[in-house]
């Protein structure tokens, strides 16, 4: 069983981002779709294929309108941050 989360937290602020749109996709087909809560956090997925996905971040940065990352899921559970401000943006495999 393969399963996704994911936590965005806006650094700008110091703070994590409520109400942001994230989207899971396989090949060409969205598979999921989520909205952050009030800690910026978003469960994506339970019950996943392990295999390759790509995420897309609609951040609330005036400059990162959209980021999208590539990620091989394996068995077991995956959280994927993501810190972004006005004047950058990063990722990195949480646990």
Known sequence: MTSLSTHVLDTAVGKPAPDITVEL??????IASART????RARLADDLE???????????SPF????????ELG???HHVPLLVSPYGCATYRGS
């Open 25 to 30: 996709h396989r090949g060409t087909e969205q």
């Open 37 to 40: 809560d009030a800690d910026g």
């Open 50 to 60: 392990p295999g390759a996905y790509r995420l897309v971040f609609h951040p609330p």
């Open 64 to 71: 990162f309108r959209r980021v999208e990352l590539e990620v």
């Open 75 to 77: 068995d077991g559970h």
